[in-house]
């Protein structure tokens, strides 16, 4: 039995067709970029590559990092590109997005985490378009919190930190990460800069409990988080951790009306559900209430 065979009918998908991915994946390669999508094996690349859009990833492609979980590259990390923040805005020009989605390696090497770089992109999509909605999707910068402010002062629309799993599960998922550190950061980032959205995601089918989730739904409530995203952990290699289970689509249906009972803004909840995915429809429709026309309430429901 093939691995795809073992997984539950809810799991499988379609993939687009290879042309629908060819414009995005030529422009990645003129601007000489990466994305999270490709060096995370994340599932949803097919269907996002398809619709135009992809999360880029900053400062290399090889993490100082080895999470259980990820299959993003870790090693001696490369020297950085400072032209990276002008290939990013290129990029966006060229898709023409109107909300960009940021996000790096950690680089544990550098003095600040690599924040400079993250404000500098900032700024240059900025120069491009001051209308663009910009969403960052930063590590933890290992608790600095004056890496954090040169992120902040540069007023992305949503600051994202993903808290990745509970708790018990950090020494094995998060080996070189802090729960507690990473409640601190989107707590810092709500206490200084209250305007700015806080958001977070987390994986479950990794053995967590129910009372564990809905303990860590209320840990990231308290910390201000204004949105989140909860997906099903798919083992990315198989030097990866295992999957312990596949959660049902009416558990993640429990979790968002848990977490939504809370105080979230709104929760995007279910098996493919993953940190960035259908980021600007959730932003405009469900947090800014504003009716996107290319936004199908029907698609982000329908993992
Ligand atoms: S910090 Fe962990 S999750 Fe993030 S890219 Fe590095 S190894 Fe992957």
Known sequence: ????????????KRLPPLQDLLKVKSILGETDLHTVCEEARCPNLGECFSRGTSTFLILGRVCTRDCGFCAVEHGAPVPLDETEPEKVALAVKKMNLQYVVI????????????????????????????????EVL??????????????????????????????????????????????????GSKKSHPHILTKSGFMVGLGETKQEV??????????????????????????????????????????????????????ASGP???????????????????????????KIQDY
Not at 103 to 119: E, K
Not at 158 to 171: A, D, G
Not at 273 to 297: G, M, N
Request: with cysteine; proline share 9%; glycine share 6%.
């Open 1 to 12: 039995m093939t691995k795809d065979q073992r997984k539950p009918p809810w799991l499988k």
């Open 103 to 134: 996000t790096s390696v950690t680089r544990d090497d550098l003095p600040d985490g690599g924040a400079s770089l993250f404000a500098k992109t900032i700024q240059a999509i900025r120069a491009l378009d001051p209308e663009i909605k910009i």
């Open 138 to 187: 930063i590590p933890d910068f290992q608790g600095d919190s004056i890496s954090l402010e040169i992120v902040l002062k540069e007023g992305p629309d949503v600051l994202n930190h993903n808290i990745e799993t509970v708790p018990r599960f950090y020494p094995n998922a998060r080996p070189q990460a802090s729960y507690n550190r990473s409640l601190d950061l989107l707590e």
């Open 214 to 267: 809905v303990d860590l739904l209320q840990d990231l409530r308290e910390m201000g988080c204004d949105f989140l995203t909860i997906g099903q952990y798919l083992q990315p290699r198989p030097d990866r951790l295992p999957v312990v289970r596949y959660i049902p689509p009416e558990e993640f249906e429990e979790y968002k009306k848990v977490g939504e009972g809370m105080g979230f803004k709104f929760i």
């Open 272 to 298: 493919f559900v993953r940190s960035s995915f259908h980021a600007e429809q959730i932003f405009h429709t469900h947090i800014l209430k504003i009716p996107v026309s290319s936004c199908s309430e029907q």
